[in-house]
């Protein structure tokens, strides 16, 4: 059963989907916004790493981060840790990151972050 990659032409996400999981054939959607309009991929060729490879490269790059608590900082090891782990952060995890951080420095809050009365 292969794994096929997309990129959606509506909303740019990028997703993989199962292939000949049921005896039905069914066209992938979008999982974000539902089209169906896609583009298909090439697929990346992975490496398998041990765990401790990916702890020893993770290691070697935060000593060379910087300062933890910059908004900048974070961005870039979080886009270092969805390379060394591959697809398993998922794209949600860096556009979430990408918000939390254009909220913080813009100093907006989040409407989640309101305590309601």
């Known amino acids: 059963m292969p794994i096929y990659e997309y990129r959606c032409n509506r909303c740019g996400r990028k997703f993989s989907h199962l ?3 049921t005896w039905e054939k069914s066209d992938p959607v979008c999982p974000k916004c539902g089209s169906g ?4 991929l090439f697929s990346r060729f992975a490496k398998v790493k041990s765990d401790e490879e990916m702890l020893e ?3 070697d790059f935060t000593s060379k981060l ?3 608590e910059d908004p900048k900082t974070l961005m ?3 886009k270092m840790m969805s390379k060394q782990f591959g697809d ?3 794209e949600d ?3 979430e990151v990408e918000r939390e951080i254009e909220q913080e420095l813009s100093g907006g809050k989040d409407e989640g972050d309101q305590i309601e009365e």
């Open 19 to 21: 292939s000949g999981v």
């Open 37 to 40: 309009d896609l583009k298909r």
């Open 57 to 59: 490269n993770l290691m």
């Open 66 to 68: 910087g300062d933890p």
């Open 76 to 78: 870039k090891f979080t």
């Open 88 to 90: 398993e952060l998922g």
């Open 93 to 95: 995890v860096i556009e």
